[in-house]
């Protein structure tokens, strides 16, 4: 059994889907702070068979909620302070995005603005599409640059 300590203030993020992990470290910036994170890839998981945890000892005011409700919607973040969880947050999509994602539309405005913020909106909650709210061109993950965009 694999033991990993107990955090006194920061936040947990569980039901990652396996492998997703590293991944999300990245994207969320994780990879940036000076603060500790345990990745727990590939535990037993009742519900998923196997999954990936986070623990990130920081405050969680740290973490863009946004990005990762993008990223995943059906990832858990579990508060913690003083050692206990005080709060189990269930993510819901965005309805707007502010500079997490970038329009790859060469003709939109903020190919040339680039001072503007690139703002998307959720266009298809069902099929999870957002679009650009200057030009309306859909975000495509496979067409654009990595995120985010800090």
């Known amino acids: 059994m694999l033991n990993v300590g107990k955090i006194e203030e ?6 990652i889907p396996a492998g ?13 702070r000076d603060c500790p994170v345990a990745i727990i890839k590939n535990a037993r998981s009742n519900a998923m068979g196997k ?8 405050p969680v005011g740290t973490l863009d909620l946004d990005a990762l409700a993008f990223i995943d919607h059906n ?3 579990n ?12 993510l819901d999509l ?5 500079d997490i994602i970038r329009c790859n539309n060469p003709r939109c405005i903020t190919s040339v603005e680039h001072e503007l913020p690139h703002i998307f ?6 099929r999870q599409i957002y679009r650009c709210r200057y ?3 859909k975000y495509d993950e496979r067409d654009g640059e990595e995120f985010p965009l800090g």
Do not use: N, W
């Open 135 to 137: 030009c309306d061109v």
């Open 10 to 15: 920061g936040f947990v993020l569980d039901h």
């Open 79 to 90: 508060v913690i302070r003083d050692g206990e969880i005080i709060e189990k947050k269930k």
């Open 94 to 98: 965005p309805k707007q995005l502010v």
């Open 121 to 126: 909106y959720l266009a298809d909650e069902s």
């Open 20 to 32: 997703k992990a590293m991944y999300l470290y990245r994207h969320l910036g994780l990879d940036r």
């Open 75 to 77: 990832i858990t973040v």
């Open 51 to 58: 999954k990936d945890i986070l623990k990130v000892e920081c």
